[in-house]
C-alpha cells in the first residue's frame, strides 16, 4: 500500500516556529514530526510515500534528501504555486498511486500509535468507498455517525454549523483522527477542482457511498497542532 502525508499546511496554529520552518519539521523528542510519520507507516510495511509541500518547501526537500527519506522512498508533489488543502492536495497527487489497490493518507502533524494492518483489515471486510479513523476525544468539531459507524454528518459545537449527509434521528459524534484508507475510485468521483478540503469530498459522497468510521479510542494520539501539544507529545511518543 502506498501513502500520502500532507504536509504542506501553513502551520498557522504553530507561530513562531512555521515563521521560519515548516511545520512538518518540528521536533518532537529529537525526529521531526514527518521523520515520525514515515518511520510510523514503515511499521506496517509503507514505503512508498508521497509528501506535498507549500511551507518552505525547500526545508522539507532538503531533509528529506539530506536522510534519504529514512530509509522510504519519498515522492514529493510540489504545491509551491497554490496551496490546495487535503481535497486539492490528492487529487493532484492521483497518479502517485496504483489504480487497483486502497492507500492511505494522514497529516503531518498527527502522531498516533494506531495500528494501520487492522484498520486495512477493517476496511477490506466491510469494502466501503472510504475508512477513516476516529476517536471518542473531546474536540469542537465531530463527524456524525449512524450506529454502524457510517458516516451521516459533521457539525462544528462552538459555532452550530451541522452538514448533514443523510439524515437520522439518533446521531454519534467522533472525532476525527486524519488517518484515511480510500479506495482508488475516489479520484473519479471527486467533482471538486482547485483548492478544497476532504472533508467536503466525504459529505459530498456519503448519502451514495459507504463512509465508515473506525473506532480506535484508547490507542495514543496527539494532534501536533500547536506548539504547546509538543510537551504532550514528548510524553507519549519517546
Given at each position: 500500500?502506498?501513502?500520502?502525508?500532507?504536509?504542506?499546511?501553513?502551520?498557522?496554529?504553530?507561530?513562531?516556529?512555521?515563521?521560519?520552518?515548516?511545520?512538518?519539521?518540528?521536533?518532537?523528542?529529537?525526529?521531526?514530526?514527518?521523520?515520525?510519520?514515515?518511520?510510523?507507516?514503515?511499521?506496517?510495511?509503507?514505503?512508498?510515500?508521497?509528501?506535498?509541500?507549500?511551507?518552505?518547501?525547500?526545508?522539507?526537500?532538503?531533509?528529506?534528501?539530506?536522510n534519504k527519506g529514512w530509509?522510504s522512498k519519498i515522492t514529493?508533489?510540489?504545491?509551491?504555486?497554490?496551496?490546495?488543502?487535503?481535497?486539492?492536495?490528492?487529487?493532484?497527487?492521483?497518479?502517485?498511486?496504483?489504480?487497483?489497490?486502497?492507500?492511505?493518507?494522514?497529516?503531518?502533524d498527527i502522531l498516533t500509535?494506531?495500528?494501520?494492518?487492522?484498520?486495512?483489515?477493517?476496511?477490506?471486510?466491510?469494502?466501503?468507498?472510504?475508512?477513516?479513523?476516529?476517536?471518542?476525544?473531546?474536540?469542537?468539531?465531530?463527524?456524525?455517525?449512524?450506529?454502524?459507524?457510517?458516516?451521516?454528518?459533521?457539525?462544528?459545537?462552538?459555532?452550530?454549523?451541522?452538514?448533514?449527509?443523510?439524515?437520522?434521528?439518533?446521531?454519534?459524534?467522533?472525532?476525527?483522527?486524519?488517518?484515511?484508507?480510500?479506495?482508488?475510485?475516489?479520484?473519479?468521483?471527486?467533482?471538486?477542482?482547485?483548492?478544497?478540503?476532504?472533508?467536503?469530498?466525504?459529505?459530498?459522497?456519503?448519502?451514495?457511498?459507504?463512509?465508515?468510521?473506525?473506532?480506535?479510542?484508547?490507542?495514543?494520539?496527539?494532534?501536533?497542532?500547536?506548539?504547546?501539544?509538543?510537551?504532550?507529545?514528548?510524553?507519549?511518543?519517546?
Amino acid at each position: 500500500m502506498k501513502a500520502m502525508i500532507f504536509s504542506a499546511g501553513l502551520g498557522t496554529r504553530f507561530k513562531p516556529w512555521t515563521d521560519a520552518h515548516p511545520k512538518a519539521l518540528a521536533v518532537v523528542n529529537g525526529k521531526s514530526l514527518l521523520q515520525r510519520n514515515i518511520e510510523w507507516l514503515q511499521r506496517f510495511n509503507i514505503h512508498e510515500v508521497i509528501v506535498n509541500i507549500h511551507h518552505f518547501p525547500e526545508q522539507v526537500m532538503q531533509a528529506i534528501e539530506k536522510n534519504k527519506g529514512w530509509g522510504s522512498k519519498i515522492t514529493i508533489s510540489d504545491e509551491k504555486g497554490q496551496l490546495l488543502e487535503t481535497g486539492g492536495g490528492l487529487k493532484k497527487a492521483k497518479s502517485f498511486f496504483d489504480v487497483d489497490q486502497p492507500f492511505l493518507t494522514t497529516n503531518v502533524d498527527i502522531l498516533t500509535n494506531l495500528d494501520v494492518d487492522k484498520l486495512l483489515r477493517f476496511h477490506t471486510q466491510k469494502r466501503p468507498l472510504i475508512s477513516f479513523a476516529v476517536t471518542d476525544r473531546k474536540t469542537s468539531r465531530y463527524f456524525l455517525f449512524d450506529e454502524g459507524l457510517r458516516l451521516c454528518g459533521w457539525e462544528n459545537t462552538k459555532t452550530g454549523e451541522k452538514k448533514i449527509s443523510i439524515q437520522k434521528d439518533k446521531l454519534l459524534q467522533k472525532a476525527y483522527s486524519c488517518v484515511v484508507i480510500f479506495q482508488p475510485e475516489i479520484f473519479s468521483l471527486m467533482k471538486r477542482d482547485g483548492k478544497f478540503s476532504l472533508v467536503d469530498v466525504y459529505l459530498d459522497l456519503a448519502a451514495k457511498h459507504t463512509i465508515l468510521g473506525y473506532d480506535h479510542t484508547g490507542d495514543l494520539l496527539v494532534d501536533v497542532g500547536k506548539p504547546d501539544a509538543v510537551a504532550l507529545a514528548e510524553k507519549m511518543f519517546l
